[in-house]
């Protein structure tokens, strides 16, 4: 019996997928636990339909990812903040600085956790990579100085 899956199966395979199984463990096991249903026409012109939009929402997001990627693009951000002796700062710049500042001068809401670098705790310039989206990224220039 053909069926779709409603939810991921390890033995089987994961959610959407269409996958033949034996007329009893469909009927007495999953179609009761709403793991599957049966791949009738009707049920698979809905799946379709779903995997469309899906396909779609994802392409909006990967161009997005991309226009704000190249907006950033070889951005320099500054960082005011006080130093001591030898250009150490006190404190140190974090994900979370660079993320406030990107907010503050480009209007773009940047998670924290998709900026990549090291804590900095001296003054100079930085290069700093944005995971904006899954395999989609830039680098920007961070100048950290003294007040």
């Known amino acids: 019996m053909k069926i779709i899956l409603l939810k991921?199966?390890?033995?089987m395979g994961k959610k959407g997928d269409v996958v033949n199984a034996a007329d009893g463990y469909a009927r007495n096991y999953l179609?009761?636990?709403k793991l599957a249903e049966e791949a009738t026409n009707s049920n698979m012109h809905i799946l379709t339909k779903k995997n469309d939009i899906e396909r779609k929402k994802k392409t909006s997001e990967i161009e997005d990812a991309q226009k704000s990627a190249n907006e950033l693009k070889d951005k320099v951000i500054k960082i005011v903040c006080k130093a001591g002796e030898n250009?150490?700062?006190f404190?140190?710049?974090t994900n979370k600085d660079i993320a406030a500042v990107l907010n503050e001068?480009?209007?773009?809401?940047i998670d924290k956790k998709?900026?990549?670098t090291d804590t900095i705790k001296l003054l100079g310039t930085y290069e700093v990579e944005i995971k904006i989206y899954p395999e989609i990224s830039t680098k920007i220039k961070v100048l950290v100085c003294e007040e």
């Open 31 to 33: 179609f009761p636990r």
């Open 114 to 116: 998709k900026i990549v």
């Open 87 to 89: 250009g150490k700062l």
């Open 91 to 93: 404190g140190a710049i």
């Open 105 to 109: 001068q480009f209007n773009l809401d």
């Open 8 to 11: 991921d199966i390890k033995s």
